[in-house]
């Protein structure tokens, strides 16, 4: 049996990519080496809790009025998905100024509340939202193969190739308002000195208008409603299949490593390409291999998961996201995120949006801390243990700290994920959580125009680190995005 496209990962891109062929009749395969799909979006039991690894803050998924790209796709593949919109409700204290904010309710809210820190923003603000709505847009048109016109779009031409910062620098916002809207960036790892103004503005945009959403159910449902809906259309899947070896001649070979081979037309890979290039194609593709050395490695970071058993109203945790910062700036803040102590760091509550995310009278607190380095690297397994330890109980007592809540004595289950984790669920470099890093000459729209120059002919790349970088929503498109361009050339 020769399949028309063998898929190597069962993660958001995988997925998303099997179900697109399948409903276009073709012969499909994916391989997962886990026994459960999802990859990075997945759920873990411990005690009476049921802890989703990631997801949650799902973009570009927006509500009834705004739908966004994921909802749109989704809507698509006939895949009901049921959730729950994420308020900008958050609290960020920042150490070296000792200030803090507390951001409710809608990007409307949060305008009113800029201008009350700083008089007079709100037109400035006006213009970034217009400039936003501009920029996506052109970025929407792009997608779609064709060329936003220089007429209609003058600002995405302008701020093409200039930073974020220098960007919000010449719109003359003071800097306390350009801090605060650079929370969520560094959050994902990109500071606003690295980042392209295209990535900041079309990611505002999904951030005002195209809702961030939880999922109601637990990630591993959504995991399996699309794998219904791949197998349900006759698609193969199978667990437990761990590919280590990548026979790349016109019609490709896979090998397992049960020793099991199957045979494709053409390969997708769910999966880092620094790892398939490395570990999977023996022989050596030297182009894209130089076109991957110019990337940056996306932060790695770790994850600790918290089963508080009191209710978070309780516990006075009324917010859904709290920010520690060293500092806003997030030019200087990045400096001081490369070692394995410092006290930048995000926390969840998901119970605050989603009243079912854990038992009753218990609370989920998940933190997140994120490191640009490979700060792991020296660590030996001897001391493994304990410096994840210590790392989770630096950070939870920080939290306390930070926001006067008492956690420790609450604590009922605790799982920590490490960039170790994190490497071996997804082959990832470093254990990178976020594939490659947004930068300005690696930004979405470089890699969209460059995306026809990066191809092996007969093996494709979708998910975080393809085409429009890490999320689920990214994540899922690519799947969508490279799978179309495949089935079209191939008409
Ligand atoms: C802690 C954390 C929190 C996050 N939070 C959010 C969030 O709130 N919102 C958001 O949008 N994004 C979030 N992300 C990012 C998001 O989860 C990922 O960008 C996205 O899920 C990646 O999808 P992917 O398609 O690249 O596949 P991956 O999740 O990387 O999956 C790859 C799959 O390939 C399989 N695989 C690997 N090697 C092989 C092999 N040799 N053979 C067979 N199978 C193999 C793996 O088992 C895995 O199932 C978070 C990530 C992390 C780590």
Known sequence: MIYDYIIIGAGMGGLSAGINLILNKKKVLILEKNSLPGGLVSTFKKGRFEFDTSGYDIYNYGNEEHIGKLQKLLKKYEIDVDTKVVPFNSRIKELNTKKEYELKGEFEDLILELEEISPGVIEKLKELVKMTKEVHEAVEILLDGKTPSEEEYPNFYKYLDKYALDVLKEMKFPKEVINILSVWWLDLGSPLNKLSFIDYADFLEKLIFKKNVILNNKNLDFDMKLVNKYQSNGGKIYFNSKVINIINEDIKIVETKDGLKYKGK???????????????????????????????????????????????????????????????????????????????????????VNEDASPKNTTILVLKQIYFEDVFKNQGAQDYETVKNDIADRLISQFEEAFGVDIKEYIEEIAISTPFTIERITNSVNGSMYGYMKKGYDSS???????????????????ASGLLGSGIDNAFYSGYYVTNKLLKEKE
């Open 266 to 352: 053409h390969i997708i890979c769910d999966l880092a390409k620094y790892y398939v290039f490395k570990d999977l194609i023996k022989e050596e593709i030297k182009s894209v291999n130089r076109l991957e050395n110019a990337r940056t490695i996306g932060a790695n970071g770790v994850v600790i998961y918290l089963g508080l058993n009191r209710a978070h109203e309780e516990l006075g945790l009324n917010n859904y996201k709290y920010y520690q910062f060293l500092t806003l700036d997030s030019a200087t803040n990045i400096k001081y995120m490369n070692s394995l102590n410092h006290s930048t760091w995000v926390g969840y509550v998901p119970n605050v």
């Open 445 to 463: 729209i470089h890699r969209i125009i460059s995306y026809d120059e990066e191809k092996v002919p007969g093996v494709s790349f979708v998910g």
